[in-house]
């Protein structure tokens, strides 16, 4: 069973520019979360979708926002960049039916402002 | 609004020896889950133990075992005997239950383990 997929794992923006990142999740799996990882801040929560619907956010300027797809693909947008976007952002997808809540996470998409 | 704090930004362990990792949370809930994550050198986030709210007996996974205190709002991570592929950085995370969850974790700080041989 492949895992969530998070592409591309390495980015390069120039500040003022706009980004998206994309994260498939494991088959079967409805819920998509986005998760901000920085040295200073830690891992912070963006927000959640499930069946293409954000059902959760985070506190983030609106510059941040996503969509789920019907195949449960999410991708993540970030407009007008700033230096201090730089961070790895993780993706997790999990079942979230009943007690089934583990989430797995990608690998991460390393997202460097210049 | 919940928070999770874990106080030890770095630690370190003798191969073959045991170490617990600390961790406490804040939050008016009364469903709720907990969890320990591993974050090696590679950047995937593994999910190490969970433990749910409404369990008295603490989880166990091979090595690993918490011991969770609800009342003190306290849930530590013991790691028995210590292997070299254990070192990494540790989340305690928390999410709500039932109609409050919405797949949002809420992380701490991080302890850095390190475990020399």
């Known amino acids: 069973k492949a895992g969530v997929t998070q592409t591309p794992r390495y980015l390069i923006k120039t500040r003022g520019q706009q980004v998206t990142l994309s994260c498939s999740p494991i088959s079967g799996h409805r819920s998509v979360s986005w998760y901000q990882q920085t040295p200073g801040q830690g891992l912070q929560f963006l927000f959640e979708y ?10 983030f300027p609106g510059r941040f926002s996503g969509r789920q797809f019907s195949n ?22 999990s ?20 | ?68 205190q609800k009342a003190a709002k306290s849930f530590s991570l013991k790691i028995s005997d210590s292997q070299l592929g254990d070192t990494a950085m540790y989340f305690c995370a928390f999410m709500k239950e039932g109609s409050g969850n919405t797949g949002k974790l809420i992380f701490g700080q991080g302890t850095t383990l390190q475990v020399k041989p």
């Open chain 2, 1 to 68: 609004a919940q928070t999770v704090t874990q106080s030890q930004p770095e630690m370190s362990v003798q191969e073959a020896e045991t170490v617990t990792l600390s961790c406490t949370y804040d939050t008016s809930e009364s469903n709720y889950y907990l969890f320990w994550y591993k974050q090696p050198p590679s950047r995937q986030m593994i999910l190490v133990i969970r433990q749910e709210a409404y369990k008295q007996q603490n989880a166990t996974e091979n090595r690993f075992s918490v011991n969770f």
């Open chain 1, 72 to 93: 449960s693909r999410s991708e993540m947008n970030v407009s007008t960049l700033e230096l201090g976007d730089s961070a790895l952002y993780l993706c997790a997808s």
């Open chain 1, 50 to 59: 499930f069946s293409e619907t954000q059902r959760n956010k985070g506190n």
């Open chain 1, 95 to 114: 079942l979230q039916t009943g007690l089934n809540t583990e989430a797995f996470f990608g690998q991460g998409t390393r997202l460097t402002v210049v």
